[in-house]
């Protein structure tokens, strides 16, 4: 099946760190930008940050600049968000979706994952 597959979520308390994966399965992400997206309840997706095959990356957010930041690793086929100084207003299900281009608008991404949740509380 050629998907993404998220991992890594989990309940965090504030100020704490996690490492989220999205691992390609069916092809290969090489030739890929992978962008992360969060979903809070109410809330509509928002576009957090984009790595593309060159390891440049992109904010689509900036209230993550600072404290994510995303790496590849195409031997493994995955692509990592990691987040430091996590808050409760992080809190949401985070998705990756691959795309031609970072500036590539959001409708342009597929093969999407079913998400993994991550909750940040005291």
């Known amino acids: 099946q050629v998907q993404l597959v998220e991992s890594g979520g989990g309940v965090v308390q504030p100020g704490g760190s996690l490492k989220l994966s999205c691992t390609a399965s069916?092809?290969?992400?090489?030739?890929?930008?992978v962008g992360w997206f969060r979903q809070a309840p109410g809330a509509e997706r928002e576009g957090i940050i984009c790595i593309n095959e060159r390891d440049e990356i992109r904010y689509l957010t900036e209230s993550v600049e600072g404290r994510f930041t995303a790496s590849r690793d195409n031997y493994r086929n995955t692509v990592y968000l990691e987040m430091n100084s996590l808050n409760p207003a992080d809190t949401a299900l985070y998705s990756c979706g691959a795309v031609g281009y970072c500036s590539d608008p959001v409708e342009r991404y597929g093969y999407w994952g079913q998400g993994t949740q991550v909750t940040v509380r005291a």
């Open positions: 069916g092809f290969t992400l090489d030739y890929y930008a």
